[in-house]
């Protein structure tokens, strides 16, 4: 009777405990953006002609990120910035650019960290006056990528650190919930701040790994402080300090031996951990995240009572006699039927949000990743079958032989575990199926804003002009006017002028003098800051005795 009220009591607490880490986990979901930042806006426009020069470069993300290496260069490769001039304003990076910068083309090349701490990079070209002809090619080349090596450390550091986590984490709930009275329960004590200090330790390393892979610098380079500061910055950052913070209380909690609260510091702590996984990743930033956050919680306080119960599991059949150790696997095992679907649903949930279709999980590498952990799941699941139905009642029985095979089928257990955790460290550097359909409908539809533009062919006596604004939205516009003569040859005035205004609106003329890039070619940029009907006066001084004026009006929406 007073067993049976104890694992009512142990039952009612794991409860308790993970209807606390769901409900700060979901209290904590509105703050986290979405994952892979995608460059929404850029000033100056990409290849823009500009008759002067800006005072910054405006790059706007649909997520606040965390600059590495932004800067401005000029058409040899020469910075013109420094970081000094780099600064963030909500969503959007501005980059300070010198006074009187020379004509010429320069190159605008980004590095910054999304929120589920990958880096997001580019490049792109603008000119002040006149172009550079290999500028374009220069962009090309400072789009740099990181060393492969850094991803292969990255993902060993991770599978280690969710082994150390786990087993400290797990064996403390191990402790609290399954078996603290037993001969080797110290022996467990020891494992689980072992494990808790490797875990902080592995997890600060991971940090200067995060930060040289973000800013693309060679090995040597996780010497340098600034890579530190850079990994410090981002959401892992923030993780990692929240995730140090639960070990540090699982660890106290541990070293109280008999102490009354030991067992609250150990839960307290483990709290705090699970959440410090909520801070950053893949399902940390998938939508809808009132589901995937508390979801992702679930999966990880479940898996680690799971994975944590393993050790001590395997410690005791190995010390106690069968007919002690009979009661405690026993007692875990009642305790897993409640553990195991919740783990499984939750990990299920979290797949469909991420692949969203089957087909992806043939079709992309993370797909194919996550099938690999779906059958090294599958191989457990049935493994922990096998001891659930026929290896525990074997053991309460007494049938000879039945501690040393659930011993093996707990080892097997394990390997089959750090494969999978393996397998989910190296899913981590792989983009989900769903960040890359929403970074593509991104794209695609920065791409239609891009180029949406008015288009009018003004005629004047023999002479035509083609004007094209782009992106005829209020803000940067690029005005391009093709001059060509009655017989289509191009036309090529003195002098060209653009003149813009709204008399409905108050504004006055304003003029704008042309630059000229091909035979009857010529290109303006503006600032047309207001929606509405805008008149654009095309003024053309073909000779000294003849000048043309085209005149229409331009829709900016």
């Given at each position: 009777?007073?067993?049976?009220?104890?694992?009512?009591?142990?039952?009612?607490?794991?409860?308790?405990?993970?209807?606390?880490?769901?409900?700060?986990?979901?209290?904590?979901?509105?703050?986290?953006?979405?994952?892979?930042?995608?460059?929404?806006?850029?000033?100056?426009?990409?290849?823009?002609?500009?008759?002067?020069?800006?005072?910054?470069?405006?790059?706007?993300?649909?997520?606040?990120?965390?600059?590495?290496?932004?800067?401005?260069?000029?058409?040899?490769?020469?910075?013109?910035?420094?970081?000094?001039?780099?600064?963030?304003?909500?969503?959007?990076?501005?980059?300070?650019?010198?006074?009187?910068?020379?004509?010429?083309?320069?190159?605008?090349?980004?590095?910054?960290?999304?929120?589920?701490?990958?880096?997001?990079?580019?490049?792109?070209?603008?000119?002040?006056?006149?172009?550079?002809?290999?500028?374009?090619?220069?962009?090309?080349?400072?789009?740099?990528?990181?060393?492969?090596?850094?991803?292969?450390?990255?993902?060993?550091?991770?599978?280690?650190?969710?082994?150390?986590?786990?087993?400290?984490?797990?064996?403390?709930?191990?402790?609290?919930?399954?078996?603290?009275?037993?001969?080797?329960?110290?022996?467990?004590?020891?494992?689980?701040?072992?494990?808790?200090?490797?875990?902080?330790?592995?997890?600060?390393?991971?940090?200067?790994?995060?930060?040289?892979?973000?800013?693309?610098?060679?090995?040597?380079?996780?010497?340098?402080?600034?890579?530190?500061?850079?990994?410090?910055?981002?959401?892992?950052?923030?993780?990692?300090?929240?995730?140090?913070?639960?070990?540090?209380?699982?660890?106290?909690?541990?070293?109280?031996?008999?102490?009354?609260?030991?067992?609250?510091?150990?839960?307290?702590?483990?709290?705090?951990?699970?959440?410090?996984?909520?801070?950053?990743?893949?399902?940390?930033?998938?939508?809808?995240?009132?589901?995937?956050?508390?979801?992702?919680?679930?999966?990880?306080?479940?898996?680690?009572?799971?994975?944590?119960?393993?050790?001590?599991?395997?410690?005791?059949?190995?010390?106690?006699?069968?007919?002690?150790?009979?009661?405690?696997?026993?007692?875990?095992?009642?305790?897993?039927?409640?553990?195991?679907?919740?783990?499984?649903?939750?990990?299920?949930?979290?797949?469909?949000?991420?692949?969203?279709?089957?087909?992806?999980?043939?079709?992309?590498?993370?797909?194919?990743?996550?099938?690999?952990?779906?059958?090294?799941?599958?191989?457990?699941?049935?493994?922990?079958?096998?001891?659930?139905?026929?290896?525990?009642?074997?053991?309460?029985?007494?049938?000879?032989?039945?501690?040393?095979?659930?011993?093996?089928?707990?080892?097997?257990?394990?390997?089959?575990?750090?494969?999978?955790?393996?397998?989910?460290?190296?899913?981590?550097?792989?983009?989900?199926?769903?960040?890359l359909a929403e970074k593509e409908a991104h794209e695609h539809h920065h791409m239609e804003m891009a180029h949406e533009e008015f288009v009018a062919k003004i005629t004047s006596d023999n002479r035509t002009a083609l004007l094209e604004v782009g992106p005829?939205?209020?803000?940067?516009?690029?005005?391009?006017?093709?001059?060509?003569?009655?017989?289509?040859?191009?036309?090529?005035?003195?002098?060209?002028?653009?003149?813009?205004?709204?008399?409905?609106?108050?504004?006055?003329?304003?003029?704008?003098?042309?630059?000229?890039?091909?035979?009857?070619?010529?290109?303006?940029?503006?600032?047309?800051?207001?929606?509405?009907?805008?008149?654009?006066?095309?003024?053309?001084?073909?000779?000294?005795?003849?000048?043309?004026?085209?005149?229409?009006?331009?829709?900016?929406?």
């Amino acid at each position: 009777m007073d067993s049976s009220k104890s694992s009512r009591r142990r039952i009612l607490c794991l409860t308790w405990l993970t209807s606390q880490v769901v409900l700060i986990s979901f209290l904590l979901w509105p703050s986290l953006a979405s994952a892979h930042a995608v460059l929404l806006e850029r000033y100056p426009l990409e290849n823009a002609l500009l008759t002067s020069a800006p005072d910054q470069v405006r790059l706007r993300f649909d997520e606040v990120v965390a600059p590495v290496l932004v800067r401005v260069l000029d058409a040899s490769g020469r910075p013109v910035t420094g970081p000094g001039d780099v600064s963030e304003i909500d969503e959007t990076v501005v980059i300070r650019l010198p006074q009187n910068l020379p004509p010429g083309s320069y190159i605008v090349s980004y590095r910054v960290i999304s929120a589920d701490s990958h880096p997001v990079g580019g490049s792109f070209v603008f000119s002040v006056g006149q172009t550079t002809t290999d500028a374009p090619l220069k962009a090309s080349l400072l789009d740099a990528t990181a060393t492969p090596a850094w991803a292969i450390i990255a993902t060993a550091l991770r599978t280690l650190f969710y082994v150390a986590c786990l087993f400290g984490t797990g064996g403390g709930l191990f402790l609290v919930f399954v078996d603290r009275h037993s001969s080797v329960a110290q022996i467990d004590r020891r494992q689980i701040i072992s494990a808790c200090v490797i875990a902080g330790i592995l997890l600060t390393v991971s940090l200067g790994i995060e930060g040289g892979a973000a800013a693309a610098v060679p090995l040597s380079g996780i010497f340098e402080p600034a890579i530190w500061r850079i990994g410090i910055h981002t959401k892992l950052g923030e993780s990692a300090i929240v995730t140090i913070l639960g070990l540090a209380i699982i660890v106290f909690g541990a070293s109280r031996r008999g102490s009354p609260v030991a067992s609250l510091f150990m839960l307290m702590g483990i709290v705090v951990v699970v959440i410090g996984f909520t801070l950053t990743g893949h399902v940390a930033t998938a939508e809808p995240r009132w589901l995937t956050i508390p979801m992702l919680a679930l999966h990880v306080l479940c898996d680690t009572f799971w994975v944590g119960a393993l050790l001590p599991l395997y410690r005791r059949l190995g010390v106690e006699s069968g007919k002690v150790a009979a009661p405690i696997v026993a007692r875990f095992s009642r305790q897993a039927l409640f553990v195991v679907p919740v783990l499984f649903a939750s990990g299920l949930l979290i797949a469909a949000v991420q692949v969203r279709t089957p087909g992806a999980l043939i079709d992309t590498g993370y797909g194919q990743r996550l099938l690999t952990k779906l059958i090294l799941v599958a191989a457990l699941l049935i493994l922990a079958a096998l001891n659930k139905l026929r290896l525990t009642p074997a053991l309460e029985r007494g049938a000879p032989g039945a501690t040393r095979s659930l011993r093996k089928s707990i080892f097997a257990e394990f390997l089959l575990v750090v494969g999978i955790l393996a397998v989910t460290a190296m899913i981590g550097e792989q983009i989900p199926p769903r960040a890359l359909a929403e970074k593509e409908a991104h794209e695609h539809h920065h791409m239609e804003m891009a180029h949406e533009e008015f288009v009018a062919k003004i005629t004047s006596d023999n002479r035509t002009a083609l004007l094209e604004v782009g992106p005829a939205h209020p803000g940067d516009n690029q005005l391009t006017v093709t001059l060509t003569n009655d017989d289509r040859t191009p036309l090529t005035p003195l002098e060209l002028s653009i003149r813009l205004s709204n008399p409905a609106l108050g504004v006055e003329p304003n003029d704008y003098k042309a630059t000229n890039v091909a035979p009857g070619r010529y290109v303006v940029a503006a600032q047309i800051p207001i929606a509405g009907n805008w008149t654009v006066e095309i003024d053309a001084l073909v000779s000294d005795f003849e000048r043309k004026v085209f005149t229409t009006t331009v829709p900016i929406r």
